[in-house]
């Protein structure tokens, strides 16, 4: 079955970069589309990025302008690029995969996803 793991997490400091990692294996990962969440610790769970198996993207107004999502179909990975990192941004990160979908869906909501990552942390030192 489908199985997600994420990567890159660590810690860096305000103003720096992190590149996060996010490999689908057990399904047409070119079928899947792909987001982002994270989760500070005494806040829920919210969205981050997302990309759709066509490539098009979509950010949280809190990351647009210093994260990037992108896929690489033939290496089964998406990546979220992370520059200008603030404090706020420090949370577990966890990436999700859609199955295929006709139709329009809203990659915001954390209820369209079926398959979810362990969870990688980011942790931001000013």
């Known amino acids: 079955q489908v199985q997600l793991g994420e990567s890159g997490g660590g810690l860096v400091q305000a103003g720096g970069s992190l590149r996060l990692s996010c490999g689908l294996s057990g399904g047409t990962f070119s079928r899947y589309a792909v987001g982002w969440f994270r989760q500070a610790p005494g806040k829920e769970r919210e969205f981050v990025a997302a990309?759709?198996?066509?490539?098009?993207?979509v950010y949280d107004d809190s990351v647009k302008g210093r994260f990037t999502m992108s896929r690489d179909n033939a290496r089964n990975t998406v990546y979220l690029q992370m520059n200008s990192l603030k404090f706020e941004d420090m949370a577990v990160y966890y990436c999700?995969?859609?199955?295929?979908?006709?139709?329009?869906?809203?990659?915001?909501?954390?209820?369209?996803?079926?398959?979810w990552g362990q969870g990688t942390q980011v942790t931001v030192t000013s």
């Open positions: 990309i759709s198996r066509s490539g098009s993207t």
């Open positions: 999700a995969a859609k199955k295929p979908y006709t139709g329009w869906v809203t990659f915001q909501s954390q209820f369209i996803y079926d398959y």
